[in-house]
């Protein structure tokens, strides 16, 4: 703040016999004006004061001078108190350095021990992803390239010492993916492990005395994927299962070890919609739940020697941070945009952490026009929206925004007109579709803690919202049979993962494929339209037992959900190595047409597309770039 420059009263200040009011040129004290006024009401009293009159006036003047000038010290002592308040709190503002502002993502920082050099993915466009290694004491210097190959690097981990780096390295062009260790000084790497090729996130961490590498993984007689130890001081690193693998309701990703190395955090996901940490004793196996009614856990690290834990969490698309006390549970707010995968030099104890902020918007592509279209944009802002399904008897979309702060559904015309928010559950809401009738939305949102997802059905008549009544708990997108009487859906189960019809009746069910399907659509009241993990667009009868037969062969089809089926076309999203493709695909004539070629990552490859039969076009989920840099802040600011 600016130091004040005092000014002093003036000396002598003439009487004015007739004042204009509000307008005088005269910075008058407090003082002074008493004074005035003062001798203003004597001389109206008597024109000839007498000496006592004189003294006694001039005793009052005196008196009221001394209580002015307390005042005016008491104005300016509580100035300058609250300058210092002010400066105070100026000072106690957390300053924010970044590292990175190059174009594209800079994502998954990880620094050196001694917190001077830090790793980090880079994903550009069109670029293959590598590890990047930045020098934070000359950021003005260009990062080092660590990996140089087409394959995928992201996650890594420093040893305690600051010679090793670890990381995982996928490569799809060759199908194969190991967790490497490299030597810093010599670029030396040494393979460790293998690890699986469908996964997106490769987590890992090492504890404290450098031994053990903590990794994502899944073993070749392992039902699912968990977290596995590599030990580091074997000749073949051999790597035994860490997490539960049958008979548990959860899947393992995340972990970090404490910097005592007795305990291991990890988070721990029920399904897509939940996912919390939990706190394991390495030694007993002791587990404690530390967070809850989480969404997606987006990054974990310890602080130093304390009991200090700071994590991310990814809540209705948006990012925030939190640190929990170990020792007694209570959790504080960091108040960082964009919050997500932090990460701790664990001797300087600066914090790092990636910057993400992402939008997503309604945008359409008008087919068979005179003139080639691009996309135009139906609903764009500051807020998401996302998994689009249109009617045509009702002449509406429906779609999930975080416009109200949570994950609602909400419906609209086809050019974005007439919002209507129709739920207000303040709880994730995923993938709505309409009944073919137009009178109800299917949807999937979680359940109770610890309890899985459900299918909700929301009824535009009543403005309902009813659960689903189903023997399953964990579910995946949901559509409807042609009589809009059943719900068809992807059941997760221990033995297997398949389509099931579910009747909103009585809750009866019926299993409808036996070849892994994920997600399906009913074109008539027994032939289904279904895709699975192996590429490709398949049908089947449902009232066959028999696997379906491929329609659409892989090389031509490898998307799992952003398709759609109208009228027999088959409309899709496909993906190349340096862009994006959305083709229709005649099914009775088995002609494919390209429509339009789009930037990679400029369409959610996971979301949804549907077709507007009155418009000829086609409506989805679009996205720019993301931009992500990484900062850093010193723990010191935080606590």
């Given amino acids: 703040m600016p130091e004040p420059q005092w000014q002093n009263s003036p000396s002598n200040i003439s009487k004015v016999s007739n004042p204009e009011p509000l307008e005088s040129s005269i910075n008058y004290s407090v003082d002074s004006s008493i004074k005035n006024s003062v001798y203003q009401e004597q001389d109206k009293a008597n024109n000839q004061p007498t000496a006592n009159t004189t003294a006694l006036t001039a005793n009052k003047s005196k008196a009221i001078n001394i209580n002015s000038t307390h005042v005016l010290v008491t104005l300016i002592l509580s100035l300058l108190v609250l300058l210092y308040i002010q400066q105070l709190a100026s000072d106690n503002d957390i300053k924010i350095t970044a590292i990175t502002k190059h174009p594209g993502s800079e994502l998954f920082p990880s620094p050196s021990p001694d917190g001077r050099f830090l790793v980090y993915s880079q994903v550009s466009a069109n670029q293959p992803t590598n590890l990047f ?5 000359q950021v003005e210097l260009p990062p080092k390239q660590l990996t140089f190959d087409s394959a995928i690097e992201r996650h890594s981990v420093w040893s305690n010492d600051g010679q090793y780096l670890y990381f995982s390295r996928k490569d799809k062009a060759n199908n194969s993916c190991y967790y490497i260790q490299l030597k810093v000084a010599s670029q030396q790497e040494t393979q460790l492990a293998t690890c699986p090729m469908q996964g997106v996130y490769y987590y890992l961490d090492i504890s404290p005395d450098d031994q053990t590498l903590a990794v994502y993984n899944k073993g070749g007689l392992a039902k699912r994927t968990g977290i596995y130890f590599i030990d580091l001081s074997s000749k073949n690193f051999a790597m035994t299962r860490f997490s539960c693998d049958r008979d548990c309701s959860y899947k393992d990703r995340d972990m970090s070890f404490s910097p005592d190395g ?3 955090a990890v988070s721990r996901r029920i399904n897509r919609l ?8 390495l030694a007993t196996k002791e587990t404690e739940q530390l967070t809850y009614d989480e969404e997606d856990i987006v990054g974990m690290s310890w602080f130093g020697d304390s009991q200090k834990l700071v994590f991310a969490a990814q809540r209705a698309d948006n990012r925030f941070g939190f640190v929990i006390d170990i020792d007694n549970r209570v959790k504080q707010a960091l108040n960082l945009t964009g919050f997500s995968y932090p990460s701790i030099a664990k001797q300087s104890q600066q914090l790092y952490y990636q910057e993400r902020i992402e939008t997503s918007s309604l945008v359409s592509l008008q087919l068979n026009d005179a003139i080639a279209s691009s996309p135009f944009p139906v609903l764009k802002s500051d807020f998401t929206y996302e998994s689009p399904d249109y009617n045509p008897i009702i002449d509406l979309i429906v779609f999930s925004s975080n416009e109200s702060g949570f994950d609602e559904l909400w419906s609209a015309k086809p050019d974005g007109s007439a919002r209507k928010q129709l739920t207000n559950l303040k709880q994730t809401l995923r993938y709505p579709k309409w009944s073919h009738d137009g009178q109800n939305v299917a949807f999937l949102a979680p359940l109770s803690e610890d309890r899985g997802d459900g299918i909700y059905i929301y009824s535009v008549k009543n403005e309902r919202v009813t659960l689903l009544s189903s023997p399953f708990f ?3 997108r949901p559509n409807w049979s042609m009589d809009d009487k059943q719900i068809i859906s992807a059941i997760y189960g221990d033995k297997h993962t398949d389509l099931y019809s579910i009747n909103i009746a009585d809750s009866s069910t019926q299993r409808l494929t036996f070849d892994g399907a994920r997600y399906g659509v009913m074109i008539s009241a027994e032939t289904l339209l279904y895709t699975k993990l192996r590429k490709g667009l398949w049908q089947k009868n449902i009232n066959d037992r028999q696997a379906g ?11 799992l959900y952003a398709w759609t089926y109208e009228q027999g076309h088959v409309y899709y999203q496909k993906t190349f190595d340096d862009h994006y493709q959305l083709i229709s695909y005649d099914l009775k004539n088995k002609v494919q047409t390209p429509l339009v070629r789009l930037p990679l990552n400029s369409i959610y490859k996971n979301d949804s597309l ?12 679009s996205s720019s770039f993301p931009q992500a840099n990484i900062n850093m802040v010193t723990s010191k600011q935080l606590f």
């Fill in 262 to 264: 007795k305990y291991l």
């Fill in 549 to 559: 037969e491929r329609v659409i062969e892989g090389d031509f089809f490898n998307t």
């Fill in 133 to 137: 290694m930045k020098d934070t004491h």
């Fill in 474 to 476: 964990q579910h995946n």
């Fill in 274 to 281: 939940s996912e919390n940490i939990y706190l394991i004793n």
């Fill in 610 to 621: 549907t077709y507007i039969a009155t418009e000829d076009r086609l409506l989805y989920t």
